[in-house]
């Protein structure tokens, strides 16, 4: 009876595996036929901070913000439709990044990475119009950390738009360059906030796999709820990417921006500006170094508001990081990370402030496809 038992078991198993397998390939050619696709991401961390914020999170990140504690950053399922002419994108995101990074949209709003349709305007050109929520051509970095050269974001990254809500006009000219045009709710919304319509713009440069350069432009008017003495801001953003070999990588990002705002019944217009340089080190096809400096100064609170009596926010950081590849999909970084500014901007529990901080970062990221 007990070889019998044996049997069946391995029967059972083999029959569950048998379908699960049916499942997943008739799942697929369901989705092939249609022409959806669909992919997943899940980016888990520890980090720990010297300072370590009262409550737990930390000030001026909305990506890895949570101290000292096993978090989820950022997980998404994401369906694509694509054909010649139409392609659509639905990305429900979850994890502390939304949570931060989304907590002025409406509720049925928090939720949305990308939402998306567009069309080929043309059939035998490669002329594209998306409308939707759809993601910032700003900076050298994005939310999602897996094909960046450095686990965490820069500051600067973490106050530019990771999100933009409007449509978007693609058009190639020739080989290399590439062209696109904004017509957006404002920076980083969802929703209006004002009126009229904001506009930005992308001009991308690219001549083989080991140049990517961007020059990227916004200007609209930030009137708000929240800011109401704010009128026209101007923002010129300029990256490159860099690939001379298969052991090196080099981004670097720079930028500035102005802010016309009413101060004492009087029209003024203040500035802010970034720079950084990334780099990383493949020693072997599953390990690599990676590193980072930067700098960010906004000296008159456009954008960032220390949470101390500090007068003004300005931050250097330096990083260094260590990328280890389990599979091609799935990788783990450690990440330390120094930061230092001319004022204390950093409180700590015992009431007092400190103008250094230093993280201990280590993720856990995998993109499922």
Request: hydrophobic residues 35%; without cysteine.
């Given at each position: 009876m007990k070889r019998y038992g044996i049997f069946t078991l391995g029967l059972l198993v083999f029959l569950n595996v048998q379908g699960q397998n049916q499942v997943d390939s008739s799942?697929?050619?369901?989705?092939?036929?249609r022409k959806l696709s669909l992919e997943g991401y899940v980016d888990v961390y520890y980090s720990n901070a010297l300072s370590h914020p009262l409550g737990g999170t930390r000030p001026y990140f909305v990506s890895y913000n949570r101290d000292n504690e096993i978090n989820l950053d950022l997980a998404y399922i994401s369906l694509k439709y694509s054909s010649d002419r139409i392609?659509?994108?639905?990305?429900?995101?979850?994890?502390?990044?939304?949570n931060a990074n989304y907590?002025?949209?409406?509720?049925?709003?928090?939720?949305?990475?990308?939402?998306?349709?567009?069309?080929?305007?043309?059939?035998?050109k490669d002329i594209w119009l998306d409308a939707g929520v759809i993601t910032s051509p700003y900076t050298n970095e994005s939310a999602y950390s897996f094909d960046q050269i450095t686990y965490t974001r820069s500051i600067g990254a973490e106050n530019?738009?990771?999100?933009?809500?409007?449509?978007?006009?693609s058009m190639p000219i020739g080989d290399e360059w590439t062209a696109y045009l904004y017509l957006l709710n404002g920076w980083q919304v969802i929703e209006s906030q004002h009126d009229p319509l904001d506009f930005g713009s992308q001009l991308e440069f690219k001549t083989d796999s080991?140049?990517?350069?961007?020059?990227?432009?916004?200007i609209g008017n930030e009137s708000s709820i929240n800011n109401p003495g704010y009128r026209?801001?101007?923002?010129?953003?300029f990256y490159a990417t860099y690939t001379p070999s298969p052991n090196w990588s080099f981004s670097s990002d720079a930028y500035t921006g102005w802010q016309q705002r009413l101060e004492e019944n009087s029209l003024k217009t203040r500035q802010w500006w970034n720079a950084n340089l990334c780099?990383?080190?493949?020693?072997?096809?599953?390990?690599?170094?990676?590193?980072?400096?930067e700098y960010f100064a906004d000296p008159y609170q456009v954008l960032v508001k220390p949470v101390t009596i500090a007068p003004g926010f300005v931050l250097s950081s330096a990083s260094l990081g260590?990328?280890?590849?389990?599979?091609?999909?799935?990788?783990?970084?450690?990440?330390?990370?120094?930061?230092?500014?001319?004022?204390?901007?950093?409180?700590?529990?015992?009431?007092?402030?400190?103008?250094?901080?230093?993280?201990?970062?280590?993720g856990l990221t995998a993109r499922l496809r």
């Open positions: 799942l697929n050619a369901f989705l092939k036929k392609r659509a994108t639905f990305t429900p995101g979850y994890g502390t990044y939304m907590i002025s949209e409406r509720q049925t709003l928090q939720n949305i990475l990308e939402a998306n349709i567009g069309v080929r305007i043309f059939k035998g530019t738009p990771y999100y933009l809500t409007g449509a978007k006009l080991k140049w990517d350069i961007n020059w990227n432009t916004y026209t801001r101007y923002f010129i953003d780099a990383r080190y493949s020693f072997s096809n599953r390990n690599s170094f990676s590193a980072r400096i260590y990328n280890l590849s389990i599979t091609e999909d799935v990788l783990i970084r450690l990440e330390g990370r120094y930061f230092i500014s001319p004022n204390g901007i950093y409180p700590l529990r015992n009431q007092t402030d400190t103008d250094k901080d230093l993280w201990l970062t280590i």
